[in-house]
Nanobody
């Protein structure tokens, strides 16, 4: 299993970024996918999840209405569109494969997002 995130960077408050996660080594369309993040000095935080076949989507309250998760099963890629970014969104963002009961079982290496 490989999960490779990209798209992070430095952005001003109010700006936007789109994160991508390219998956390989498993049947992508059979797994729910999610994004977690970890801010400096804080524990990991779940951000959003998308079910198989681009179905149900859920968001943490802190990002609801600003972030949008999507997936392209043909490209084996999951995305996180982040709008109206705030300094509190600064974190390393991780792509996560979710197995049974939507429990995360593989994480990518992460991509840094800095809002300043």
């Amino acid at each position: 299993v490989q999960l490779v995130e990209s798209g992070g960077g430095l952005v001003q408050p109010g700006g936007s970024l789109r994160l991508s996660c390219a998956a390989s080594g498993f049947t992508f369309s059979s797994y729910a996918m999610s994004w977690d993040r970890q801010a400096p000095g804080k524990g990991p935080e779940w951000v959003s999840i998308i079910d198989v076949n681009d179905g149900r989507r859920f968001y943490a309250g802190s990002v609801k209405g600003r972030f949008a998760i999507s997936r392209d099963n043909a490209k084996e890629t999951v995305y996180l569109q982040m709008n109206s970014l705030k300094p509190d969104d600064t974190a390393v963002y991780y792509c996560v494969r979710n197995g049974y009961n939507w429990a995360g079982d593989y994480w990518g290496q992460g991509t840094q997002v800095t809002v300043s």
